[in-house]
């Protein structure tokens, strides 16, 4: 999905540009990108729903998206998460600053 993304990114980047190149009001190149993010941010939380923090199986399945569609690493992840919580704190105080996980 990264990839995606970024691919977006710059294509609005060189279509803005051709356009400014063109004759065109930066400012209102950039409040049109705006309102365009706006309204796909607006789309996706419509389309979104709560992952369950306590159901590994819906941890997994987001995980193994951003695990790069692999499952085992989608259940190390979330095997992770489980362990450090919702906030990724774990309950465990050590003198490290570092406080990996263990799976």
């Given at each position: 999905?990264?990839?995606?993304?970024?691919?977006?990114a710059?294509?609005?980047?060189?279509q803005?540009?051709?356009?400014?190149?063109?004759?065109?009001?930066?400012?209102?190149?950039?409040?049109?990108?705006?309102?365009?993010?706006?309204?796909?941010t607006?789309?996706?939380?419509k389309?979104?729903?709560?992952?369950?923090?306590?159901?590994?199986?819906?941890i997994?399945?987001?995980?193994?998206?951003?695990?790069?569609?692999?499952?085992?690493?989608?259940a190390?992840?979330?095997?992770?998460?489980i362990?450090?919580?919702k906030?990724?704190?774990?309950?465990?105080?050590?003198?490290?600053?570092?406080?990996p996980?263990?799976?």
């Amino acid at each position: 999905m990264r990839v995606g993304l970024v691919n977006l990114a710059e294509a609005i980047y060189k279509q803005g540009l051709k356009m400014i190149a063109g004759g065109a009001d930066p400012m209102s190149i950039s409040r049109g990108i705006h309102k365009g993010c706006e309204a796909v941010t607006e789309s996706i939380k419509k389309m979104s729903s709560p992952v369950n923090e306590k159901e590994k199986k819906e941890i997994a399945q987001v995980a193994t998206i951003a695990g790069n569609n692999d499952p085992s690493i989608g259940a190390v992840l979330a095997d992770a998460f489980i362990k450090v919580g919702k906030n990724g704190v774990t309950p465990n105080l050590t003198r490290c600053c570092i406080n990996p996980v263990s799976v």
